[in-house]
């Protein structure tokens, strides 16, 4: 489905950020994929994003520090946190930045009822349909 909800998705590994885009896209997402903060900062097109899938162990600037550079440039989306690397440290600062933690692997149902809940408004019954 062209034209769906922006979803960006910060993910190194380029297979993993393949199938994610995949998954989003069979949903009627409209994925965009970037293999570094960086380059999602250097793209300068957030406004249309209104998820971002966010891993945090990247290459140069981590998943949490993009984040936090996107809040204090104006706002971030909601963002679902990803990670092979799972500690308490890491829960504590995703639930601090309102942000969903998902640790891999997780499955394709799993991140699009995730992305499903943070998108809902407040109030929506989300239901896997």
Known sequence: MEGGICVA?????????????????????????????????????????????????????????LHEHLVRAGGAPPVVFITAYDDDDARVHAKAAHGAYLVKPFTGRTLLDTVGRILAPPNAVVGSG
């Open 9 to 65: 998705v910060v993910e190194d590994d380029a297979s993993l950020s393949q199938a994610l885009q995949r998954i989003l896209r069979i949903k009627g997402y409209a994925p965009k994929v970037f293999s570094s903060a960086e380059a999602l900062i250097r793209d300068g097109n957030h406004a249309a994003i209104r998820c971002l899938v966010l891993d945090i162990q990247l290459p140069g600037m981590s998943g949490f520090e």
